[in-house]
């Protein structure tokens, strides 16, 4: 039983990723989110190769299931029909701090919701499963992204965890008391 219970809006459907199938659409929209992150600004490139290179990348997509894993973590999929559109994923930091991850949605479903949904179903998660705090951090350059966290009722904040004092200007970090 997923532990996201099942929704609809706009065709949209956002459940728990626990299948083979479902966790390798979440790996195939995690390698498009890496993408587009490399692709936004040199400075972004260089963000994600030092942060996830590629074989540090390729090991946290394998074991995704595992470092996201319920009771602490959780991953979702959002689809419209049978088609992946969107992930999101968080995993305790520690015993009152979870994380939110990887929020991604594909440009052809982008202005739906479909991220709000995803930040939702991790919020709400976190809740139930005793959390104080939800953090997260994004680029500098993904303006969308920062008003959406904002709109959830997301501070600004300084870092939560070790950061190189060089990459402190390209990021914002979020955090939302629960």
């Known amino acids: 039983m997923p532990v996201v219970p099942s929704c609809v809006a706009d065709k949209i459907t956002l459940n728990a990723a626990t299948t083979a199938a479902d966790l390798a659409a979440v790996r195939d929209l995690c390698w498009a989110y890496r993408d587009l992150l490399e692709k936004l600004s040199p400075v972004d490139a260089a963000i994600t190769r030092f942060f996830y290179p590629e074989d540090k990348y390729t090991t946290l997509m394998n074991t995704l299931a595992e470092v996201h894993a319920r009771p602490t973590g959780l991953i979702v999929l959002a689809k419209i029909g049978d088609r992946p559109v969107g992930c ?91």
């Open 88 to 178: 999101g994923m968080s995993h305790a930091l520690d015993t009152t701090t979870s994380e939110i991850k990887r929020v991604f949605v594909t440009e052809t479903a982008r202005g739906r919701g479909v991220a709000r949904m995803i930040c939702y179903a991790l919020e709400d998660q976190a809740r139930r499963d005793g959390f104080a705090r939800l953090v997260l951090d994004t680029s500098v350059a993904l303006k969308p992204a920062q008003r959406l966290y904002e709109t959830l009722g997301f501070q600004r904040c300084g870092p939560y965890q070790p950061t190189p004092k060089d990459m402190l200007p390209k990021l914002v970090f979020f955090e939302k008391q629960l």
